[in-house]
């Protein structure tokens, strides 16, 4: 990344959201997206492939912080303190601006079938990148893929509750009690 | 549908499995299924929008088929119990023709990325519905979405066992069985 581009890459993020709310998601260009975070287009072809893109950006580095987090756990602990020291190192990386941008990101998210498809395999691939993990690790499946989901729902479902202006805990904490909540629910079922 | 196109969907689907195999899935258009079905593109375009959704063609009548076996299932009957109720209800619909072109479908889905997208929100439109249906029948939350992803699980895994040529268990049998394992591996997390 040039050195005169500082921060090119959330500039771009915060320019499409408010872009998608103003005037909807299909109506808006990349070229757009660029002249309101001041960037080139060449600039956005360079973090985004395209401007939907730009709604899943923390893929893969989402995939990245969840595979060390579990990597990092004791080698004693149980599938579900693995999954919870994932979450830990994955929830830990989220800044206040992802938290400022978080009900305008899943309205515009919500209202397109696409975009609700493409966050179905993110959360899908975050919960094989954590499924695979687990098994590194020795767990066998069902078990890994099992704890996998649970560590992807709580996710989705702390995020969903972090985002709300009422909310005043903290993403991990948020995190590790519904992580909680989904293991009590699962042995209730069981 | 008119009388004179027997079977136009099925035939429809087979010629699309056999095409995208064939010269791949990129290069196969509606107008070489039809044609290679013995039907118009016009009827093609009764049935499905695009190629894609030829390869997701049950997703509708799966959800009916799920909701209606949740809801028969007795009023005392546990989440599990449903969830069981409504998998023997669904898999109960499948034929020898399903069986015999699965191997090939999945392996189109699985070569292209958008089409893995797709089966991933095919299965969570599947794990919505049931959700849905055991919340009906007053399961709280998040039982009825952990009752609900297990169910979808249980299919998916009992599916590709089913298609296995070495397979000769039918596929109500193995979503049981499959649903059994995971209920076990779900007790042994929580």
């Known amino acids: ?62 995939g990245r912080l969840l ?36 009900p305008r990101l899943m309205q515009v998210v919500d209202s397109h079938s696409e975009l609700r498809e493409r966050a179905a395999f993110k959360s899908l691939n975050l919960t094989t990148v954590l499924a695979a993990a687990l098994r590194d690790r020795g767990v066998p499946d069902p078990a890994a893929s099992l704890a996998a989901h649970l560590g992807a729902q709580a996710f989705s479902a702390a995020f969903a509750r972090w985002i709300t202006p009422a909310n005043d805990r903290p993403l991990p904490d948020l995190a590790r009690a519904c992580l909680t909540e989904l293991r009590e629910a699962s042995a209730a079922l069981a």
Not at 15 to 31: H, K, M, N, P, R
Not at 75 to 89: C, M, N, S, Y
């Open 67 to 102: 595979a060390e987090g579990a990597a990092a756990a004791p080698e004693t602990a149980t599938p579900l303190e693995v999954v919870t020291a994932a979450l830990d190192t994955l929830t830990g990386s989220f800044t206040p601006e992802q938290r400022a941008f978080g």
């Open 1 to 62: 990344m040039a050195r005169w581009e500082p921060n090119a890459r959330l500039r771009l993020v915060q320019a499409a959201i408010d872009l998608f709310g103003e005037q909807g998601y299909d109506s808006t260009t990349v070229a757009q997206i660029a002249e309101r975070a001041g960037l080139t287009k060449t600039t956005f072809f360079r973090h985004f492939p395209d401007k939907r893109e730009v709604l899943f950006a923390g893929q893969e580095e989402h």
